[in-house]
């Protein structure tokens, strides 16, 4: 595609977009006050995933290193 043909794209769609937004301040603010709450519904969600994954690789740790020292061997499997 022709980088001028992408510009100009660019350019009218930004001014689109923008001219949107002024048109329809109002309905833009409530969609935009909706979507805050899901937003950080999935935030929290993400972040909840990886204090749990965190959790599970902490504690697969500290099992491994009981049943190591339990057997007396090291990594190498040596005694």
Request: charged share 10%; no cysteine.
């Given at each position: 595609m022709n980088?001028?043909?992408s510009l100009l794209g660019g350019l009218l769609?930004?001014?689109?977009?923008a001219f949107g937004i002024y048109k329809f301040l109002g309905?833009?603010?409530?969609?935009?006050?909706?979507?805050?709450?899901v937003v950080v519904?999935?935030?929290g969600?993400?972040?909840?995933?990886?204090g749990v994954s965190d959790l599970r690789d902490r504690?697969?740790?500290k099992r491994e290193k009981k049943a190591e020292a339990?057997?007396?061997t090291d990594m190498g499997g040596e005694k």
């Open positions: 980088p001028y043909a769609l930004t001014a689109l977009g309905d833009f603010l409530t969609v935009l006050k909706g979507v805050v709450g519904l999935i935030i969600v993400i972040f909840l995933m990886i504690l697969r740790e339990s057997t007396g």
